[in-house]
């Protein structure tokens, strides 16, 4: 579990998390940093807001994919890997063998992610590719953050994705309107917890994804 509490400095510090894990989440947004200087990976106005701007609002989804019944986490639109590369540092002492899949257009961006999983050992494998391009995947979890709207994943989910079980992603201060207004089309299971790093946002958790009338 995320605390809350912890959000009071720059310094990353994470709640039984060891010493080489938060060694590891210090030199990954090193490693944004130095790159963002060649390659658009952050907006330059979060630079020295980092740590609870980009890793700990990534990290507080491990309250979701820390399940028994998670192996596999799909990131759509990865960019710098923010959530999965922190959830695949977090989870290495935690699962043996949970594995990242990464699809992002940009080559270089797709280069930076593999980079970071080379750095950091994780059981990881990047796409440079067009998400929409693809067909019949299988995964535990979509996950995106700051990719496309909710309507658009949902679609991505059931189109693009032979198989799945959840879906977990970032809304912002009118996701509830969204909720609302996606919930005319589809029917689905929905677990929602309050952003540590945003008192506009939360994160989602969701489930038995299926289009009404079908």
């Known amino acids: 579990m995320i605390d809350s509490k912890i959000i009071k400095t ?32 952050i907006s330059s106005s979060t630079e020295k807001s980092i740590n609870i701007r980009h ?23 990865s960019g710098a890997g923010l959530p999965s590369i922190v959830l695949g540092i977090l989870m290495k002492s935690k699962k043996q063998g949970f594995k990242l899949i990464f699809y992002e257009k940009s080559y ?6 593999e980079e970071m999983a080379k750095k950091f050992k994780l059981e990881a494998k990047i796409y440079q590719k067009n998400i929409f391009e693809e ?33 977990v992603m970032y809304l912002g201060k009118s996701g509830k309107k969204i909720i609302k207004d996606v919930s005319t089309k589809w029917n689905f299971d ?25």
């Open 135 to 167: 067909k019949n995947l299988v995964t535990d979890v979509i996950i995106c953050r700051a990719f496309k709207p909710l309507p658009v994943i949902f679609d991505i989910a059931t189109t693009n994705f032979k198989n799945f079980k959840y879906i």
């Open 55 to 77: 890793i700990y609002d990534s990290a507080q989804t491990i309250d979701f994919i820390d399940k028994n019944d998670i192996n596999v986490c799909t990131d759509l639109g």
């Open 10 to 41: 720059d310094k990353i510090h994470l709640p039984n998390v060891s010493r080489e894990t938060l060694k590891e989440l210090e030199d990954y947004s090193k490693s944004i940093l130095t790159t963002n200087k060649k390659i658009n990976l």
């Open 190 to 214: 929905l677990e929602e917890m309050k952003s540590l790093t945003s008192e506009e946002s939360s994160v989602i958790k969701i489930s038995n994804l299926k289009k009404k009338n079908e």
């Open 108 to 113: 270089h961006k797709s280069n930076f992610l």
